[in-house]
């Protein structure tokens, strides 16, 4: 045998016919060029694998069939029968005479010639197809690198390349849409952020509330601002800006007696509603000694007057409403709560001989008060008047404004409205307010603990009046009262604050110190000759 053919010496391949003398040699069947352009990524086997591209389809032989046999192609969509095993070849002993080979009918021969391929559709599975050629070198399109378990020469391909490429398409369409819908939201929200190509539209509210409930500061608001009006007073002197509130039907404001002091004399008062209108006003009458005055307007009709709370019933920690003109700021609406009770305040003391000293026993709010807030309401829940705003404590003059005068730090009294509506009442109908005393003077410049009756009168008569409410008591120079009701008293000034907050008639229990010793005492106010 032949090493380097496989085929036994002296035999002939089968169908060859013989060789012709001379130099001509066999003819070698051509190799079938390829069906499709290089590949321009030299993907294998025409060169190095490329970086992405998928190997072309390679057609893989089939089984060679005898020369001349006709193969029926199998119907579409059967399954290709596996090709049967071949046989192993025995090796011919070495020292058997080869069997000679009957060359086969020169009819029969058949020179091979180079290979074709169909280049028409496939016939219907019913069609018969005539006989085809294929290359008698079974391995030249062996593709190495395509998927799949090992080709064998002669195996049917089942599976070519084109689902791989459509699983590969797939996920490539896949991953460009996440990354175009990525990019994509990051675009349309740096847009949207930067306001880039459109008008800017900014969102508002969506409706709200038709009303407010009438305990909440809005709802107080609007059913007493109608009834608060803005006084404008000038002078010959000083002009300045307050607050009042509407009494009545009639026309008549209470506001506080330092507001309209300025036009006691032939001065000019305007009054302004919340709607804008404005109208005169003249002073009705006013008292000093608890800073209260009431002033009348006339030629409004309509005029809705602020209800009258009481005084005695508030507790500290109630929430309280504020209206006023802070410094020409009409209509200012501000809101706290009462701090404190029965604080004893003085206001004025310009004159010499006292005279326009008011002494209050003041609720104590932290309503935001200041210059222009004065003589106007101090509201409850209800929007019913519990005070009248009349004066602030003032930090030192750090606090105080260009103009020089001082503003809030949360330091406010009202005049208690029980006082102002006897006071007012009294001013309407007779033109003055009444004072209660006991009927002593008092000595202002004692600084122990206590209200000191003077020795002497400042007119150099007694110090407790003949036959007045104190005498009856049997008061005398020198004693010291420290206590009114059960409440102690530390100045003079509280003593005359807790005698104001009563009225003539009433009767009050003194606690009176004498040589050391206390007594209880027991007073009928009486009425002062003057403011």
């Known amino acids: 045998m032949d090493e380097g053919n496989g085929v036994p010496q002296g035999a002939e391949p089968a169908g060859a016919g013989p060789i012709p ?53 199998p119907a579409v969509g059967a ?22 080979i009957a060359p086969a009918p020169p009819t029969t021969s058949i020179t091979p010639a180079p290979p074709t391929m169909p280049t028409a559709p496939p016939a219907p599975a019913s069609a018969s197809l005539p006989a085809r050629q294929l290359p008698a070198d ?14 064998q020469p002669g195996a049917v391909a089942v599976h070519g390349g084109r689902p791989r490429r459509r699983r590969a398409a797939l996920g490539w369409t896949l991953a460009l849409a996440l ?10 929200g740096y847009v949207e952020r930067e306001g880039i190509g459109g008008e800017v539209t900014l969102p508002g509210a969506k409706g709200g509330p038709a009303g407010r409930a009438p305990d909440s500061v809005a709802g107080i608001a609007a059913r007493a601002l109608p009834s608060v009006v803005t006084l404008h007073v000038a002078g010959s002197d000083e002009e300045g800006t307050g607050t009042g509130f509407v009494l009545d039907d009639r026309g008549h404001i209470l506001t506080n007696n ?7 004399s032939g001065g000019k008062i305007s009054a302004t509603f919340s709607d804008g209108t404005s109208v005169k006003a003249t002073v009705v009458g006013r008292d000093s000694g608890y800073d209260l005055a009431v002033v009348q307007v006339s030629g409004v009709h309509g005029l809705t007057p602020l209800t009258l709370g009481d005084s005695d019933d508030v507790r500290v920690g109630d929430p309280v409403v504020a209206i006023g003109a802070p410094f020409d700021l009409a209509n200012t609406v501000t809101a706290g709560i009462i701090s404190a009770k029965e604080r004893p305040i003085t206001a004025g003391g310009e004159k010499s001989d006292g005279s326009d ?85 008092l000595d202002m410049g004692y600084s122990g603990d206590g209200a000191r009756v003077d020795s002497r009168a400042p007119d150099g008569g007694p110090a407790v009046v003949k036959d007045g409410p104190a005498e009856r008591a049997g008061l005398k120079a020198g004693d010291l009262i420290t206590e009114v009701d059960g409440e102690p008293v530390h100045t003079g000034a509280e003593l005359i604050i807790r005698i104001r907050a009563h009225q003539p008639g009433d009767r009050l229990r003194l606690t009176v110190e004498r040589g050391g010793t206390e007594r209880e005492v027991s007073v009928v106010l009486g009425t002062a000759d003057q403011n």
């Open 179 to 188: 990354v175009a819908a990525g990019l994509g939201g990051l675009v349309g």
């Open 357 to 441: 000293v008011s002494y209050v026993d003041a609720l104590q709010t932290d309503a935001p008060i200041n210059p222009g807030n004065s003589g106007g309401p101090l509201l409850d829940s209800r929007a019913h008047v519990i005070g009248i705003n009349s004066a602030i404590r003032s930090a030192d003059s750090g606090s105080e404004t260009e103009s020089g005068q001082a503003g809030s730090i949360g330091l406010g009294f009202a005049i208690p409205v029980n006082q102002a509506k006897r006071v007012a009442e009294e001013l309407i109908n007779d033109g003055r307010a009444t004072h209660p005393v006991i009927g002593v003077d």
């Open 21 to 73: 003398d001379g130099d001509f040699e066999l003819a070698k069947p051509e190799r079938p060029s390829p069906l499709h352009e290089p590949d321009p990524y030299s993907t294998p086997p025409y060169g190095e694998p490329g970086p992405w591209a998928p190997a072309p389809p390679v057609q893989h032989p089939v089984a060679t069939p005898a020369q001349g046999t006709v193969m029926t192609p």
């Open 138 to 151: 079974p391995w030249g399109r062996y593709d190495p690198w395509a998927a799949g378990p090992l080709q």
């Open 79 to 100: 399954a290709v029968p596996p090709e049967p095993a071949p046989a192993p070849i025995a090796p011919a002993p070495l020292t058997a005479p080869a069997a000679p």
């Open 258 to 264: 330092h507001v309209v002091a300025p036009a006691a």
